[in-house]
Structures are given as C-alpha cells and as structure tokens.
C-alpha cells in the first residue's frame, strides 16, 4: 500500500486517537494503524475503526467540566 496523499510509503505503526465532544476528550493510545513515512499521513483498517466506535459508545460525553480520559487499545473490553 502507498499513500494516497503523497504516494510514500507506508507501514505498520501505532498512534494515538483523540476524540472531541464538547468539553470532553477521549484519547485511546497504542491505536494499530498504517502511517505514510513521508507525510506522515494514518490510516486505519475498517476492523480498527469499527473497535474505535465501540469504545466512544461506551463512554459518555456528558460533563459541564473538561474531562479527558485515556485509554489503552490493547486493554479496553470491547475489542
Ligand atoms: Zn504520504
């Protein structure tokens, strides 16, 4: 697979996902993905992101407060 941005290479890597709602922020560490070695572009298969979606549904954005929460892909109960 090449970028589809620049056409550099890209291989296995891990990033972190941060989520914004409102005065909330949800980040999960050690998201498995695909980063271009040029741009520096991330792309996540349909497995990873589907993984991503079951964490956000499970925690809720309501605070009147800034919260951040983080978490850890390879430990969270959903995948
Ligand atoms: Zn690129």
Request: hydrophobic content about 35%.
């Amino acid at each position: 697979m090449s970028c589809t941005f620049c056409g550099g290479n890209v291989k296995q890597d891990k990033t972190e996902y941060i989520e914004k709602q409102g005065n909330y922020i949800v980040v999960i560490k050690n998201v498995p993905c695909e980063k271009c070695e040029q741009c520096g572009e991330v792309y996540f298969s349909n497995e990873v992101v589907q993984v991503i979606e079951k964490i956000l549904d499970t925690i809720q954005y309501i605070s009147s407060e800034l919260t951040v929460t983080v978490i850890d892909y390879a430990n969270n109960k959903v995948a």
